[in-house]
């Protein structure tokens, strides 16, 4: 049994962090924020600002039901019960879509990337929606897909690929993992098998 006693960090962590963070940005490409919804990203705003100010690509993996505070980032990456605690539960595809949609101008997001587990992944933009179905052949164990979804995204958009074909890469990537036990990484050439 594990039991954890949470604390918010402090003013001075989040402070001494942020600055790291600011030093750091210039030897990266892309950035990921994984919101864990823990406090470690107090100061959010302020990051994506500092990101995308310096031209870089950012990813956020979103928790809780203020999305406001990923506003301007490119892609944010919700699984379906995250996607339904913003904008509600939807009826059909077309409803999904249209509740997407308000969401994503709303935040001037580039893109939405819903991962939908057994369902594979769709990718919104102001182009549309492309759907991909999921490619495992046997499940073994799904947890860290999201991440892998997410990781790989961020490397191939930060390689030049353009958002769909990410996407298509990321969902082959996640294939792989959960064909997995524990906690797995893809490799490369895992994924150009694949
Ligand atoms: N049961 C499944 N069968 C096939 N593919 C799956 C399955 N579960 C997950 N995947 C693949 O992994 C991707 C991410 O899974 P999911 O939507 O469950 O992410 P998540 O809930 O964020 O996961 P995490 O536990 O890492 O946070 C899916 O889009 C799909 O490609
Ligand atoms: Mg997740």
Not at 25 to 34: G, N, Q, Y
Request: charged share 25%; net charge negative.
């Amino acid at each position: 049994m594990r039991i954890d006693f949470e604390n918010s960090p402090t003013h001075e962590v989040l402070e001494a962090k942020l600055a790291e963070f600011a030093q750091r940005l210039a030897d990266c490409d892309v950035v990921i924020l994984s919101d864990y919804g823990k406090g470690g990203l107090t100061h959010i705003g302020d990051m994506i600002r500092l990101a995308r100010a310096a031209g870089k690509t950012v990813l956020v993996d979103p928790k809780g039901e203020d999305y406001a505070r990923y506003a301007g980032v490119n892609v944010i990456t919700p699984n379906r019960a995250e996607l339904r605690e913003v904008v509600g539960r939807w009826r059909d595809e077309a409803d999904l879509r249209q509740r997407v949609e308000k969401l994503r101008t709303e935040l001037g997001i580039d893109a939405l990337l819903l991962t939908r587990s057994e369902e594979g992944m769709s990718l919104f933009t102001a182009d549309g929606v492309v759907n991909e179905a999921a490619l495992a052949r046997e499940v073994y164990d799904v947890s860290g897909a999201g991440d892998t979804v997410i990781a790989t995204q961020a490397v191939m958009m930060a390689s030049g690929v353009d958002l769909a074909d990410a996407m298509r890469l990321a969902n082959h990537a996640a294939g792989v993992v959960v064909g997995k036990l524990g906690t797995a990484v893809c490799t490369l050439d895992e994924l150009r098998a694949s």
